[in-house]
């Protein structure tokens, strides 16, 4: 299992509903319908940013409160050494649906994970793992790189942006919680989104 492999004993430690959720076996997809309580994009000065980030189903000038979305994930070999999860999320607002797809890259042997960012990716970023007491899964973004194209550049510290996605699981409404943030250094939040959702099975 992938992300066995990528907690190590830390995978024990996950909510029961989490573990069985990322028992995830390759070619095996995962599907959940749920609602955003809310989504805050960031400064008005980035729209122009944001709309062209949204052509390559990034990031989006869209904010909003109790907005429906969908995401899905499986899992695929490439080359062997490397398992590459891809996950797509749509947000459905009143009068646009905007996605935002990222392609988690594992190696294996080296048991580093990398998250490539939009479709075609714009950038990613070397992911860290932990397990709250509770059994929550916490994933942090380390070292960023710009894409251009097959080429992968170093983004220098300041100008880089730090990503956080707490993922849970309420035992009283049967649900999945989720809530991520992305914060850039010099223009404060990216984006922050935070829900609930259900798995729909196949």
Not at 155 to 177: I, K, M
Request: aromatic share 12%; glycine share 6%.
């Amino acid at each position: 299992m992938i992300f066995e492999t990528i907690l190590g004993e830390d995978f024990e430690r996950l909510h029961p509903k989490l573990k069985q959720r990322y028992q995830l076996s390759l070619n095996q997809v995962f599907h959940a319908t749920g609602t955003m309580h809310v989504i805050h994009a960031g400064p008005k000065l980035l729209n122009p940013l944001y709309h062209l980030f949204s052509k390559a189903n990034f990031l989006f000038p869209e904010s909003g409160e109790m907005v429906p979305f969908n995401i899905s994930y499986s899992c695929a070999y490439n080359d062997g050494q490397y398992v590459e999860i891809d996950w797509q999320r749509q947000f459905h607002f009143p009068h646009r649906t905007r996605t935002f797809n990222t392609k988690m890259t594992v190696d294996l042997e080296k048991e580093i994970v990398k998250d490539y960012m939009g479709k075609p990716a714009i950038v990613n970023s070397e992911l860290q793992f932990d397990v709250t007491k509770e059994g929550f899964l916490i994933t942090r973004s380390k070292q960023q790189q710009v894409v251009l194209g097959k080429c992968e550049m170093k983004s220098p510290a300041p100008l880089a942006a730090r990503a956080f996605v707490l993922e849970g699981y309420d035992d009283e409404l049967d649900v999945y919680t989720i809530h991520l943030s992305i914060y850039h250094n010099i223009f404060g939040r990216l984006v922050m989104y935070a829900g609930q959702f259900t798995q729909q099975k196949n």
